[in-house]
């Protein structure tokens, strides 16, 4: 085989190979960082504040199989800049926030919803909304499966779960730029009453990444501010 060819195949395998592996290792990190920061991140020994940040150094230094795969702080970047659904936010924060005997700034990182661990106060993490500007969300909505909805109308309130909030998102995917707070295989939409929900001083949370959230009474937040809820093609389930 002649040198040109086998530069000519060593291009075409470089494209075939290492540009996909490249995208599924930044994928994986992308999966490791939402669990380790939603949920994980006093187990791991992650220093966190009550607003959901982490130094990016302790990740990088975390010896978790989940980060054990030689990651660096431009990969850390990478994935926060082109994650679609905008989950993470970086920013330097003081180092004395984290460390009694350090100075100076560091960098750090938070998931922007999501998260169960108790410790993160969404008064810090997120933006609370008055009832005023609640009222006045035209559309809230939440994404769920048939066999939860069956289980939602049988219990008769949608549950945050394990997490700290039950999650919406202010019209459908890729509707006037809505890109969080469901996920594209949901295949019921429960849509919500604000202003049922404002007259009532339900407390809801705006997150970086235009995510509803509130955790409702107790965690529940019962039918009866509930308007309706559709299929995907549009057939309605259910009406108040």
Not at 59 to 81: P, T
Not at 122 to 148: C, K, M, W
Not at 216 to 233: H, I, P, R, S, V
């Amino acid at each position: 085989m002649s040198a040109k060819k086998q530069v000519k195949q060593s291009k075409s395998s470089d494209k075939k190979f290492k540009t996909p592996n490249a995208g599924r290792r930044l994928k994986n990190l992308s999966h490791s960082l939402s669990w380790a920061l939603r949920h994980a991140a006093p187990q791991l020994g992650l220093t966190m504040t009550p607003d959901g940040f982490v130094p990016v150094q302790e990740i990088l230094q975390c010896n978790h199989s989940k980060f054990k795969a030689g990651y660096s702080n431009s990969d850390i970047v990478e994935v926060v800049r082109t994650n679609v659904k905008k989950r993470f936010t970086i920013a330097v924060k003081p180092a004395s926030d984290y460390y009694d005997d350090k100075d100076g700034h560091i960098e750090c990182i938070r998931a922007n919803q999501g998260h169960t661990i108790k410790s993160v106060d969404p008064d810090q993490l997120l933006t609370r909304l008055s009832p005023e500007e609640l009222a006045a969300f035209p559309t809230i909505v939440h994404g769920t499966y048939f066999g939860a909805w069956d289980a939602i109308k049988k219990c008769g309130y949608l549950s945050r779960m394990n997490r700290q909030h039950i999650h919406f998102a202010v019209g459908l995917l890729g509707e006037d730029g809505v890109i969080s707070g469901m996920r594209k295989s949901c295949e019921v939409y429960v849509y919500i009453d604000p202003v049922k929900c404002a007259n009532d001083n339900i407390i809801f949370y705006r997150s970086d990444n235009g995510v509803l959230l509130t955790a409702a009474k107790d965690g529940k937040l019962e039918l009866t501010y509930l308007k309706k809820a559709t299929d995907k093609n549009g057939n309605t389930l259910y009406v108040r």
